[in-house]
């Protein structure tokens, strides 16, 4: 069976509104406290007149009130409050007379004088002024800190936002340049044709990577055939010496990370891996999960870390000069901007609930840890192509496309 959605609404999302209720279940109720007392102690029924217009008297009052009320709360606090009290004590005083005058009118034979009547009503207008201004300034104060803790949320998130689409943009440039100094390099060679097949696999990249928002998340599946159109434009490059492997079990193709996480790895893997060995190195990208984590690991074959080597450093160390280096395989220096990027991109995604390592793999070779926690894409995709291959097809079918 079908259910309607309900969406609760909170109280104060319409603040007129919720003044306007609270005003009528207040002194409703604070009337029918006071009836239900005349009819327990047999009083005339009289009585009941008079509470209806002693009711309406403080409902009229406290409106007055709260228009008030309303300049003054964001005043200083001394004028806020002293102005608060003295205009309390004359709205008390007015609410006294207007009861003590009603109630000479319906009992004129009463031994008790107006100024008896008075004092007799003054503590108990007091009160119910009183509460109602401490309520109205309580409530008031209340949604005015909700408001500032939301808006600083609100600023938050915008910051939080802000600074992933700054690292997201840092490695469109620091790619592009590695791009475009080989097709130079082509050019100078005059070796054309490869050179424009270059250029064609970048726009496809391109073309693809702008798909997603800096701040958002793909799936893996997704992730993976980004890797694939990078991974074509770089075996221009290498050919036979760059080997690729895509181990990504079925139950990992539909987790979400942040959208290219993991390009940076790669192309460290091919600077430091690939390119200063002769033979070459191969590069595994591998996913799984692992009880409610996703766990994505980027391997390779190359000389590793050196003997010694300082892991976090890969991080980056700011020199004198204001330059960030790093230590890589081999003894290698880089500018660390990419593995930088993604561990503040991953702490700024999910905080302590990620993990970042870099070691030597068991059989030789550098292997980069990430696990996220596991979140499924609630609308799933038309299956994407199997990720075996070095996805040549969708980066001709993109590049032909434009």
Do not use: C
């Not at 030597?360 to 894409?377: H, Q």
């Amino acid at each position: 069976m079908a259910v309607l959605p309900f969406q609760p609404t909170p109280f104060f999302g319409n603040k007129n509104r919720a003044f306007w209720r609270l005003q009528f279940l207040g002194w409703g109720g604070a009337m029918l406290l006071r009836a239900m007392s005349i009819i327990a102690n047999a009083q005339p029924w009289s009585n009941l007149v008079i509470l209806l217009i002693v009711t309406i008297t403080g409902f009229s009052i406290s409106l007055i009130l709260s228009v008030i009320y309303r300049a003054l709360i964001n005043r200083r606090p001394i004028i806020t409050w002293g102005v608060t009290a003295v205009v309390l004590a004359i709205a008390v005083g007015i609410y006294a007379f207007i009861d003590s005058w009603v109630l000479s009118l319906y009992r004129p034979n009463s031994e008790a004088g107006f100024a008896q009547r008075f004092v007799g009503v003054f503590y108990l207008d007091l009160t119910l002024l009183g509460a109602w201004s401490a309520l109205y300034y309580a409530i008031n104060f209340f949604l005015q800190v909700e408001e500032q803790n939301d808006q600083l949320l609100r600023l938050e998130n915008q910051a939080t936002s802000a600074q992933l689409a700054m690292l997201r943009y840092q490695l469109n440039p620091h790619f592009l340049f590695n791009t475009l100094n080989s097709i130079s390099t082509l050019v100078l060679l005059k070796q054309t044709e490869p050179a424009n097949a270059m250029l064609s696999r970048l726009s496809s990249f391109l073309r693809y990577t702008l798909v997603n928002e800096p701040t958002g998340r793909v799936t893996v599946a997704q992730e993976a055939e980004t890797l694939k159109l990078y991974l074509d434009i770089e075996r221009m490059r290498f050919e036979e010496r760059l080997r690729t492997e895509f181990r990504i079990e079925d139950e990992a193709r539909n987790a979400l990370l942040p959208s290219l996480l993991l390009q940076p790895l790669v192309e460290n893997a091919i600077k430091y891996a690939v390119s200063p060995l002769e033979e070459g190195a191969q590069i595994t990208i591998a996913a799984q999960l692992v009880g409610p984590t996703l766990r994505v690991t980027v391997s390779d074959t190359g000389p590793g870390l050196q003997p010694g080597t300082d892991p976090t450093k890969l991080f980056g160390v700011t020199s004198d000069s204001g330059d960030t280096t790093s230590v890589w395989n081999g003894g290698h220096v880089s500018t660390g901007v990419g593995l930088a990027n993604i561990r503040d991109r991953l702490a700024q995604a999910y905080g302590e609930n990620q993990r970042f390592d870099i070691a030597n793999g068991p059989e030789g070779g550098l292997t980069v840890v990430i696990e996220l926690p596991y979140e499924a894409k609630e609308t799933p995709a038309r299956p994407a192509r199997p990720i075996a291959g070095s996805g040549t097809g969708l980066a001709a079918s993109l590049a032909s496309a434009g």
